[in-house]
C-alpha cells in the first residue's frame, strides 16, 4: 500500500515524495488509517519498523489541516531518552517540510542552563509539537512553563523501555494532566503484563496492533570494528587499499563529519561525494545522479537524507558512527544486498559507542563479527570489558549542534526549499 492510498494530505505526501517514502512498511499501514480516524491506538513493533513515521505522519497531516488552537501545546511526544528524542525531531523535520504552522520543540536533560532557558521561551510561547523525555517534561510543568490542558494528541514511544528506567510514575502524572478528548498512542516492542495495564489506564477503547520482529536481508555479511575515534581515517584507509571497491555508501551521524571524511577521502585520491543538510536541492540531485550513473565510486551521507538512496547495486555500506538505534541499523545497512545481490556491512564501534552497538546486537538475536584492526593502528578497545555509560552521564556527541539544529532547542519555521 502506498502513502498516496491514504487520506494523508498533500503537503505530507510532497515531503515524502521528496525523500522517496512510496511504500508503507506493515505499522504504517495499520496504524496510519486508525490514527487519522481518531482511534487510540497501542502497537506491539521493534525498532526498524518505521514507527516513527506511522504516527508523526497522521498527526502533522491533521494538525497542518487546521482547526488546533495556535497558542496550545498540540502534541506530546514522550521519549525514554534523549538520543530518542533527538531521532524523533530529526524525522519530524523531514516530514514537517512543507508545513509552515506546525513546528516543533525537544526537552530532555542533561543540558546546561541556557538550554533550560530556551525551551522556557519556546514552550511559553506555544510550540505546535514537544518531543520529551518524562523528567524534563515534569520539570518545565511543575514551574508553570507549559500547560497540558488543551493538548490533541499524546504519544508514548518505547513504553517497555520508560518502565525499565522506573518512569512509570511520571508518566502517569504526565497523563492526569491530559484532557479527557485527548486523543493517545502507545507503542512499545514487548506486552508483559506492567505495559499492558499501563495501556488500559492510558488508552481508551484501542485498536490493537501487533508486527513480528524485522530483521536485516540475510544475504548482507554484517562486520564491525572495535577502536579508538582517531583510528576510523586508517581503518577507512585499510578497506580501500585492500579491494577495488565500488557502489559504497558510508554513514555519518552529522553533516560535519561527512564534510570531513569527504576532504579526506579526496585526499587518498578516492572518486567520492558528500550528501548532507547543507546542500540545496539541485546539489542533492546532481549528487545522486551522478553516483547513480557510476560517476561518484562513493557516497559519503547523513541519515537526514539516507532514505533518498534507492539504488539496486550498492556492495557495500560503511557505519563510521554506530547508529542512534536499530531501527537505524537496520536501514542502514539495507541498503546493501538489494535484488538478490550479496552485500557487506561494516560497523566502526569506538569505545563510547559499544554499549548502543550491543544493543543493537541483541535486537539481531547474533553477535556480529568483529575483525582484527590492521596492524599498522595498534591495538583497539575490548568489546567484552566495556560497560554501559552510567545514566545520565553527558556526551560529547550530543551537544547542542551549532547553528540550525536537528536537535530541536527552538520551534522552527520550516521553509520550501535547501531545508534537508
Not at 30 to 39: A, K, N, Q, S
Not at 114 to 123: G, H, N, T, V
Not at 229 to 254: A, D, S, T
Amino acid at each position: 500500500m502506498t502513502f498516496e492510498e491514504t487520506y494523508l494530505n498533500d503537503n505530507i505526501l510532497d515531503a515524502l515524495y521528496d525523500m522517496h517514502f512510496e511504500e508503507m512498511t506493515p505499522i504504517q499501514e495499520r496504524c496510519i488509517p486508525e490514527i487519522l480516524d481518531g482511534h487510540d491506538v497501542l502497537g506491539v513493533a521493534q525498532t526498524g519498523t518505521g514507527k516513527t513515521a506511522a504516527y508523526l505522519l497522521p498527526i502533522l497531516s491533521m494538525l497542518d489541516d487546521g482547526g488546533y488552537p495556535e497558542d496550545a501545546i498540540n502534541c506530546v511526544v514522550m521519549s525514554p531518552t534523549r538520543e530518542l528524542a533527538q531521532q524523533i525531531d530529526q524525522a519530524m523535520e523531514g516530514f514537517s517540510y512543507y508545513l509552515n504552522d506546525v513546528s516543533s520543540i525537544a526537552v530532555y536533560g542533561g543540558n546546561d542552563g541556557s538550554r533550560f532557558d530556551q525551551e522556557i521561551k519556546s514552550l511559553r510561547g506555544g510550540a505546535p509539537v514537544v518531543i520529551a523525555t518524562p523528567g524534563r517534561l515534569l520539570s518545565h510543568l511543575k514551574v508553570g512553563n507549559l500547560d497540558l490542558s488543551r493538548t490533541s494528541f499524546f504519544v508514548l514511544d518505547e513504553a517497555d523501555r520508560m518502565l525499565d528506567m522506573g518512569f512509570m510514575e511520571d508518566i502517569l502524572q504526565i497523563n492526569k494532566l491530559l484532557p479527557p478528548t485527548c486523543q493517545k498512542v502507545m507503542f512499545s516492542a514487548t506486552m508483559p503484563g506492567k505495559i499492558r495495564e499501563l495501556a488500559m489506564s492510558l488508552l481508551t477503547n484501542p485498536v490493537e496492533i501487533k508486527l513480528k520482529v524485522s530483521r536485516p536481508a540475510e544475504k548482507i555479511h554484517q562486520m564491525a570494528y572495535v577502536c579508538y575515534e582517531p583510528q576510523k581515517v586508517g581503518i577507512i584507509e585499510h578497506i580501500f587499499k585492500e579491494g577495488n571497491l565500488k557502489r559504497v555508501i558510508i554513514f555519518c551521524g552529522k553533516k560535519d563529519k561527512v564534510k570531513d571524511i569527504n576532504r579526506t577521502l579526496l585526499k587518498m585520491k578516492i572518486n567520492c561525494a558528500p550528501m548532507h543538510s547543507d546542500l540545496t536541492q539541485q546539489e542533492r540531485d546532481d549528487v545522486m545522479y551522478r553516483f547513480k550513473a557510476g560517476q561518484v565510486d562513493v557516497l559519503v551521507a547523513t541519515d537526514i537524507v539516507a532514505r533518498g538512496i534507492d539504488i539496486d547495486d550498492i556492495g557495500m555500506v560503511i557505519n563510521y558512527d554506530v547508529p542512534h538505534d536499530s531501527e537505524d541499523y537496520v536501514h542502514r545497512i539495507g541498503r546493501t544486498a538489494r535484488a538478490e545481490r550479496d552485500g557487506e556491512a561494516i560497523t566502526f564501534v569506538s569505545d563510547s559507542d559499544v554499549y548502543r552497538f550491543k544493543e543493537i546486537e541483541h535486537f539481531l538475536q547474533k553477535s556480529i563479527e568483529k575483525l582484527s584492526l590492521p596492524e599498522k593502528l595498534g591495538e583497539g578497545p575490548d568489546y567484552e570489558a566495556l560497560k554501559k555509560p552510567e545514566r545520565g552521564r553527558s556526551k560529547k556527541r550530543y551537544k547542542k549542534r551549532s547553528g540550525t539544529s536537528f536537535a530541536g532547542t527552538h520551534s522552527r519555521k520550516k521553509q520550501k526549499k535547501g531545508k534537508e
